[in-house]
């Protein structure tokens, strides 16, 4: 089993930054593929950015060039750090973890998922 507990969300201002952070219980088995999605109000979840196992890294076009994913393997924690942080980045951002993903933003290959940190950006 995995546990994934998200922490970091707040209220910015746009051009600002923060950086979200996940900790995760469990085998790494489980978590060798760990990704951020998003979800707006009204609108359908969708994937923000992905790490694999051995570091390497995937964006959305939306994020690429002010989102940065990296993971502390010895805290156990997923980061995002968001910078330059527009209004449609509002979001409830989640964290997700699988043994392996077919695509990054395939939803159902993410076994495990956190409660969700909530982001908001005002203009």
């Known amino acids: 089993q995995v546990m994934l507990v998200e922490s970091g969300g707040g209220s910015v201002q746009a051009g600002g930054s923060l950086r979200l952070s996940c900790v995760a219980f469990?085998?790494?088995?489980?978590?060798?593929?760990m990704a951020w999605f998003r979800q707006a109000p009204g609108k359908e979840r969708e994937w923000v950015a992905g790490?694999?196992?051995?570091?390497?890294?995937y964006y959305a076009d939306s994020v690429k060039g002010r989102f940065t994913i990296s993971k502390d393997n010895v805290k156990n924690t997923l980061y995002l750090q968001m910078n330059l942080l527009k209004p449609e980045d509002t979001a409830m951002y989640y964290c997700?973890?699988?043994?392996?993903?077919?695509?990054?933003?395939?939803?159902?290959?993410?076994?495990?998922w956190g409660q969700g940190t909530q982001v908001t950006v005002s203009s």
């Open positions: 790490r694999s196992g051995d570091g390497t890294t």
């Open positions: 469990g085998h790494p088995y489980y978590m060798d593929y």
């Open positions: 997700a973890a699988a043994s392996f993903v077919r695509t990054w933003d395939g939803e159902s290959d993410y076994k495990y």
